[in-house]
């Protein structure tokens, strides 16, 4: 158990099919973070929650749309994907800046 | 712009030897930097941490070795196990909240 749980494990999608991705942190942090793993690629910071507030978007297209409602819950919609954004998509969660990340064990997404 | 990047992409090393995995970074302003551990169909795992005043840690079996003059980390793993075999992220930071992440290295221990 590594305190942040993502849902679903695995979602496959077409690509004009609407989703949304999961994400829970039972630790206590107040930052949360998306990232995209890609085969051969180093992870991919995509978003930043701090205190349920944006700090970060890191040119990421329109077609990911986060929302953080709580300092515990993170999502992730998925519209009109492509190909290419087929991934593993990470979560995780930190006690502030600077401060180990936690991640969970990932969403791995398959664009049809 | 600013990377980290690990020195070998693989590592097969025989089970109760010790293991060093190398990285280089190139932002002279991170202070702070992360080892992960990502195995198969899990996240990554945070291992051990160090922040840039610091030139060693220790925790359980591992050691991270930190030089700042050739802007050079090394993870050391004691008596390596089967259960260490994965994939190892090295991280920095320089004070907000962006980690950025090497390739990886792919340990893989001998029976």
């Known amino acids: 158990e590594t305190g942040v749980t993502q849902t679903p494990r695995h979602l496959v999608m077409g690509m004009t099919n609407k989703k949304s991705l999961k994400c829970e942190q039972h630790l206590g942090h107040n930052a949360m973070y998306w990232y995209k793993q890609s085969a051969k690629k180093p992870l991919e910071l995509m978003f930043v929650?701090?205190?349920?507030?944006?700090?970060e978007n890191n040119s990421v297209p329109s077609r990911f749309s986060p929302e953080c409602p709580n300092s515990s819950h993170l999502f992730l919609h998925l519209h009109t994907l492509q190909p290419e954004d087929s991934a593993l998509y990470l979560c995780a969660s930190s006690q502030g800046q600077d401060q180990p990340q936690h991640f969970g064990d990932g969403t791995r997404l398959s664009i049809l | 712009g600013e990377s980290v990047g690990l020195h070998l992409p693989t590592l097969s090393v025989q089970e109760g030897d010790n293991s060093i995995i190398n990285c280089a970074y190139s932002n002279s302003a991170s202070d702070y930097f992360i080892w992960y551990k990502q195995e198969s169909g899990k996240g990554p795992q945070f291992i051990i941490d160090i922040r840039s005043n610091m030139d060693k840690r220790q925790g359980q079996r591992v050691t991270v070795l930190l030089n700042k003059t050739v802007k050079h980390l090394s993870l050391q793993i004691a008596a390596t196990q089967p259960g260490d075999s994965a994939v190892y992220f090295c991280a920095e930071n320089n004070g907000d909240y962006k980690l950025s992440f090497g390739a990886g290295t792919t340990v893989t221990v001998r029976a």
């Open positions: 929650y701090s205190l349920e507030e944006r700090v």
